[in-house]
């Protein structure tokens, strides 16, 4: 029902190049939110450049926020777009899908759903401040989605065990019982609560490996945390050594310099969406990309100057 602008279209398609996706997709479901196709672009560069400075996939991520972007009518995210992206890579980290959590928030949203899941969180011996306090939980139904998920994470987290012969977190077997009676207080599949609870461990403790390193943003240490693998017991990452190649080395023999160093080294990238479209491009999709522009201007001849170009436009003007 209205013409989009050359400018606009030139953004909804530099867009769809850096989320991987063909506008027709996305153009709809973020209309159907309030954000209007010519506001598009606007609105997503910030949230893609969060997504890369924590060391995610640009792509993964925004599918899923495309595809729970109806969630922006249910819940307050501060920022909007920005807000909805930060839960969607949060959910990506803790290994669930986004909606994992909406039975809990569905669920406290209403008074008495709140008390009740409160009084079982006490009564399981939970006493972490959101899950426990009703008010809390009301609050955070509608405001703070992601926080509401984090919570529930963290409270899963503390059912799991190192395991020192496979090297890796593991639920605690003394666990489990408590765990699937939070499923049935929260509504959470009990499937997902696990999934939770190991990845937040795992995070969680590359987090203490990072306490002593203060001077690094929050997105920096969520950088590293991607970035960390575990190894023969430790947590690694690469850097670059004296002869510039990249070698594994454990967080607790790094320097607060050297990791900032590290991360600079793996996060110097382009920041606007045109840029960031480009770097994606293969040097071959560059040429021949460059080869089109050239022919267009040669062949089109008078055609397709800048004035015959914009004539429609300001015809429509």
Known sequence: ????????????????????????????????????????????????????????????????????????????????????????????????????????????????????????????????????????????????????????????????????????????????????????ATGVAYDDLTKMGLAAANSGEIMKQLSFANNLSEEDKMYVANLAEMKGGDYVIKVKDEKGEFVDKKLTDLSEKQLQAAIDAQKSAPKSMEDIARAQLSAGEIAANNLTAIKNNMVGGIADTKGIRDLPELTRG
């Open 1 to 184: 029902n209205v013409i989009a602008s050359s400018e606009s279209l030139k953004e909804l398609l530099t867009t769809s190049k850096v989320i991987g996706q063909d506008p027709e997709r996305f153009v709809g479901p973020l209309t159907d939110v309030g954000i209007q196709f010519g506001n598009i672009q606007e609105n997503l560069e910030g949230s893609v450049n969060y997504v890369r400075s924590i060391g995610m996939n640009t792509q993964e991520i925004f599918n899923s926020v495309v595809s729970n972007s109806k969630m922006m009518n249910q819940y307050n995210f501060e920022g909007g777009v920005a807000g909805l992206t930060k839960m969607a890579a949060q959910s990506a980290m803790l290994r669930v899908n986004m909606g994992a959590t909406s039975a809990l928030a569905e669920k406290v949203f209403d008074p008495e759903g709140a008390i009740e899941v409160a009084s079982a969180m006490q009564r399981l011996g939970v006493s972490m401040g959101t899950l426990s306090d009703p008010f809390a939980l009301m609050d955070a139904s509608i405001n703070d989605p992601a926080g509401l998920q984090k919570s529930i994470a963290d409270v899963a987290s503390r059912f799991t065990v190192f395991d020192e012969k496979s090297k890796s977190f593991k639920i605690d077997p003394g666990g489990i019982r408590q765990l699937k009676e939070i499923s049935k």
